[in-house]
């Protein structure tokens, strides 16, 4: 843990030498699928240096259950940047999670370090959330030509966040002008935003039917889409936070279970890793172009992405984790085990210990009475 805690305080020393305050992404991940993760890892990113800054994991009998590690894990990454190195905060990026919208508002409102403290949504949380609606929407009798605009409403949330530079009026007025578009009206009783900006449009190339009012220009319309909308970041996004959390994947895959020490352990690596590599630059073709590949995310439903090829990662953290440990061996091997014994103390109690343990011979008896084949008849 000593390498990752040196890179740590290295990256909040570089944080602290810019001017301004921390711009921060932050997002949770479950070290399972499902809603009954032991644990909870919150991972934050600070995106002017594109470094991690803060890990936490939580065990969600810390926190009562596994819905609960993510909100934890905010406060937690806050008291240590905040309260313990007095680092001021002015962006901070995340998906649409409620209860964190609550606490940014009500308590970090109020915290002397984050006064001028603006909270973001993530744009392609929005444009993934609002196409699973329309999902659900093109499913429901007599709504299915509404899927045949997805794509079309999905580009529409990158576009507004592109180009309103996170003025919330026009964000409003770019927004619901789509409920008008989609119903093939191009004008809009708006000063912010009289008409759209495409050309006009021709019948024989369209290869989609224009909307009546109903559900699809209801959810357009939604007044809390639109006040989420009004949050989007115009700037930075969160994509390099999940590029991260895909990394802890290769460290920490989800279809194994790990102990608490080892579980922050393998969360520890992969940030070296990131923290390491987040500086590539792009790849060179063998014909001296930019090199590009083509990739098909699952989010794009068939549809492709170009994605810049990087140079070759490199992993001399590794090397420098072994240095350090021999050091440390070599200077005193208790101190060595000392050290591993307090984060040792630091893992909560596990999650059986709250319960309460029957005699093992008296359950035993129980399950062979229960499960008695000569009780059951073919």
């Not at 509404?146 to 409003?172: E, Q």
């Not at 070599?330 to 909560?348: G, K, T, V």
């Given at each position: ?144 030509v509404a899927g045949l605009w997805r794509k079309s ?226």
């Amino acid at each position: 843990m000593g390498c990752w805690k040196q890179e740590q305080n290295s990256v909040i020393q570089k944080v602290k030498d810019l001017p301004g305050g921390m711009c921060l992404a932050g997002d949770g991940r479950s070290d399972s699928p499902g809603h009954s993760a032991k644990y909870g890892g919150y991972s934050t990113l600070e995106q002017r240096v594109n470094k991690v800054i803060d890990l936490q994991v939580v065990q969600s009998n810390e926190v009562g259950n596994s819905n609960a590690c993510e909100m934890e894990g905010v406060r937690r990454m806050f008291g240590f940047l905040l309260d313990q190195h007095q680092l001021t905060v002015a962006e901070f990026i995340t998906d649409r999670h409620r209860q964190i919208q609550k606490y940014v508002r009500e308590v970090l409102g109020n915290h002397h370090l984050a006064v001028d403290l603006k909270h973001f949504f993530d744009v392609w949380h929005i444009a993934k959330g609002l196409g699973k609606q329309i999902d659900a929407i093109s499913k429901k009798s007599g709504c299915d030509v509404a899927g045949l605009w997805r794509k079309s409403i999905v580009n529409h949330v990158y576009y507004v966040a592109a180009t309103c530079d996170g003025d919330p009026d026009l964000i409003a007025a770019m927004w619901t002008s789509l409920a008008n578009h989609v119903q093939n009206i191009h004008e809009h009783d708006d000063d912010a935003y009289p008409k759209c900006d495409h050309a006009p449009l021709v019948e024989e190339d369209r290869n989609k039917e224009w909307l009546r009012p109903g559900k699809l220009v209801d959810k357009i319309l939604s007044k809390s889409l639109i006040k989420d909308m009004q949050k989007v970041s115009p700037n930075f996004q969160t994509s390099n936070l999940e590029a991260f959390h895909s990394l802890v994947i290769a460290y920490a895959p989800k279809h194994t279970h790990f102990k608490w020490l080892c579980q922050f352990a393998r969360y520890a690596l992969a940030a070296l890793h990131f923290n390491e590599n987040s500086d590539r630059v792009q790849a060179i073709s063998q014909n001296g172009a930019p090199s590009y590949t083509i990739v098909y995310p699952k989010y794009k439903q068939g549809g492709f992405s170009v994605r810049k090829n990087k140079t070759p990662s490199t992993y001399n953290f590794g090397v420098t984790i072994l240095q350090r440990l021999l050091q440390e061996y070599q200077r005193s091997p208790q101190e060595l085990r000392d050290s591993i014994q307090e984060l040792r103390d630091r893992e909560p109690p596990t999650l059986a210990s709250g319960m309460d343990r029957p005699d093992k011979v008296e359950a035993v008896a129980q399950h062979q009475t229960r499960y008695n084949v000569k009780k059951f008849k073919n």
